[in-house]
């Protein structure tokens, strides 16, 4: 039934997923042999059960390494935010689910609003080549991005060169505004990052099974028990279909 699919992969019998680790929602554990868990290793290994393949998980410290590895043809599938740089050289199905994205500000920070942070002389810290530092790359006209490798990176950077703002994802941003007395979550959000699962462009049939996967995953309410079943409910949601 999968025989034009398997014959995509480039390791018979074997589904090779690139996960992110950076993303601690997405991945939330490790299992006494090594693999990731969470989230995304688990929609991978699901994928690869559907198909009756193994899995193999081709594990990279930031989104942006897991882009990379395509190149070195490291994975079948990955699990990384849709974003349109990416969008360049891997094809996207629809998102599984989205996280809102915003900025921390420390104490006595006169910014308010989101519009407030994109002003000229403001510096804001980012974790190097997220999904939503390619967006602010894209978007901002006056503010300067400061990178940092990941986001304990970006957040380092953001306390010892006293930036004026920390950009990243809510639910990771109030655990660092825990960290970090007086600081706060600015209110609304500036891009909403939306995992997706990619893979080759010429992966014609792998292609449409993702995109028949992910459908089917939102709608039966596997996403959703994914995300119960790792304790990110209400930090993570179901994408909508857009």
């Known amino acids: 039934m999968y025989q034009e699919i398997l014959s995509e992969l480039s390791q018979p019998g074997v589904l090779r997923v690139g996960v992110n680790l950076g993303n601690i929602l997405l991945v939330t554990g490790k299992s006494a042999n090594g693999d990731p868990e969470g989230v995304s290793p688990d929609m991978g290994a699901a994928i690869a059960d559907m198909l009756g393949v193994e899995v193999k998980y081709v594990t990279r410290q930031t989104p942006g390494e897991v882009a990379d590895a395509l190149a070195e043809n490291a994975w079948d ?3 990384i935010a849709f974003e349109p740089e990416r969008a360049k050289t891997i094809h996207f199905c629809a998102s599984y ?5 915003t900025y921390l500000v420390p104490a006595g920070s006169k910014l308010q609003t989101i519009d407030d942070v994109d002003q000229p002389g403001v510096r804001i810290a980012v974790s ?8 602010l790359s894209r978007t901002l006209k006056h503010a300067t991005l400061h990178r940092g490798k990941g986001l304990p990176g970006a957040f380092e950077l953001f306390k010892t060169e006293k930036l004026d703002a920390l950009a990243g994802l809510v639910p990771a941003l109030k655990e660092n505004a825990a960290a970090m007395p ?3 979550l600015i209110p609304g959000r500036y891009t909403s990052v939306r995992q997706a699962i990619g893979t080759k462009p010429e992966n014609k049939a792998l292609a449409a099974f993702l995109d028949g996967f992910v459908a089917e995953a939102k709608s039966d309410g596997f996403v959703a028990e994914l995300l119960e079943k790792h304790g990110v409910t209400g930090k993570l949601q179901v994408a909508s279909d857009v």
């Open 77 to 79: 599938i990955a699990l």
């Open 97 to 101: 689910v989205e996280i809102e994205a």
């Open 128 to 135: 190097e080549r997220a999904a939503y530092d390619l967006y």
């Open 182 to 184: 007086g600081s706060r």
